[in-house]
Each structure stands twice: as structure tokens, then as C-alpha cells.
């Protein structure tokens, strides 16, 4: 309760970047918020604990674990405590909350119950990897972890094989040599690529060049924390109307429903399924 009984206003939820490896680039927000906000949620509190001590900041408030495995439960209880009034800073190991990271949960969970969310800028893997990569930076698309096992993998390659945008992912050590090989065998071998390891830390390495020549250096083991981009597709060459006719043809001939043959046709090629349908019935009298 506030002064004179009245019940005390809702809380703040505030997500802080925290840095990607140098203590350095830490804001003075997150100095501040550290030093002041009552609760602090930290996916890993023994680093967060380690990083106010390498800015010779003292966590006041309680601090509070938030990571993949308690976020059902913890939610509800930290949702309580902005309820009560309190402000919660929301802190992840490195860059910011939410983006591939805990924090959805809560936040959406707080914009539901009308509790104002804040946010502290500051260090971003996926945007310092585009910077360094030295690969088209106007129109990016940010595709986070991809499946970990092989199949659901290319299925999400796939997907992305016509994607123009210059794409960036995010991937651990022990499969960042699997990745590099799918992905050469979607988009292609010489497709350039950066992949970003360590950023901003002692042994920060970027290394850039096609997929292929890219996919054989890390079949030699990679360790640290790894941001790969990936450049996008090409403007797709105007396709032959007698070619799309006859590549639907072929896939109706191998059992495939023509439904199914024309929207394949039409994203392995890039084009609306209309401009397959209307090939096909140009070049085979259909209606």
C-alpha cells in the first residue's frame, strides 16, 4: 500500500542489453538500474553478479533467476511483485532480452496486464555481426537458433532458399559445422557468408568468404559464441512460362496432385503460384 492506504501503482518492467563479452560497453542505465531497481531477473545471476562487480556496481535488490527452465514458473511470481508495485529489471547472459533469449514470456504477460515495459539499449550480436560482415546491411532478417537435428533443419533452409534479405542467424560450436554445410547445399557453395565469433571479446574473429570455403574451416572445431549472415538470394532470373509448364508436367507424371507440382514450381522458382497456374494453362490448353 502507498501512503494513506492507497494501493501502490503497478511496477515497470525494464529489459537491459547487457554486453556481448567487454564490461565496457555497459550503459550508464544499466549501471544505474543495477545499483537501484529492487528486483533484478538475470537468466544467469552468478554473471550478472560478476558483471556489476566489473563495474563496481552493488546489486541492492533481490536478484532472482530467469532462464529457459523456470520461466513458466517464475513468470507468475515476478508479474505478482510488479503487481505489488516493484520495478523488475530483466537481464539475459549477453545482448538483449527476448531476442532468442528468456524473456518473451514475461513480457508479454506484462503487456496483457497493462504494466508499463521499458527498455535499456545497448549491445546486439545480430546487428554488430552485420556491421563487421561486410555484407549488404539494408534489408536483414534476423532467423535466430535453427532446428538442431538435420531434417527440420533444410526444411527451414528451404524455406529461406528464395529469401533476398541478408539473413542472420545465431548457432553453438558443436553444430556450427553441420549448418555451414546445410546451408551451402541450399543456397549454394559460393554464396558469401561472415561468421562472427566472440564478438567484442579477446578473441573476437570474423571470418568471411563463401559457404564452402566457410563450411571446411569449421569442420576443424569452433568454439566461443557464434552470429552467422549469410548474404541473401539474387533477383530471380524472369522465369520461362514453357519451363514452369513443363516442370509442373514432370512432377504430375511422378504422382505428385498438380495443386501440389504448381506451388512447389512456384517456390523453387520465386514467382506466384498464378504466373505457374497460367503457364500451365497457356502451354497445355487447360482450363
Known sequence: MAAGGEPRPPGRLI??????????DASARLRAALAEVPVVAAEDTRRIRRLAADLGVVITGRVLSYFEGNEPARTPELLALLAE????LLVTDAG??????PGYRLVRAAVDA??????LPGPSAVTTALALS?????RFCFEGFLPRKAG????????LATERRTMVFFEAPHRIAAMLAAAAEVFGADRPAAVCRELTK?????RRGPLGELRQWAEAGV???????????GAPAAADPVELAAEVAGREAGGQPRKEAIAAVAHSHGVPKRHVFDAVVAHRGLT
Open 223 to 233: 568454439r566461443g559464441e557464434l552470429t552467422v549472415v549469410i548474404q541473401g538470394a
Open 134 to 138: 561486410g555484407l549488404p546491411p539494408d
Open 96 to 101: 538483449m532480452p527476448v531476442v532468442s533469449d
Open 15 to 24: 529489459l537491459a542489453a547487457t554486453p556481448l563479452g567487454d564490461p565496457g
Open 114 to 119: 497493462g504494466i508499463s515495459v521499458g527498455c
Open 202 to 206: 579477446t578473441y573476437e574473429e570474423v
Open 85 to 88: 508495485g516493484s520495478d523488475v
Open 152 to 159: 527440420p533443419r533444410r526444411r527451414a533452409l528451404d524455406e
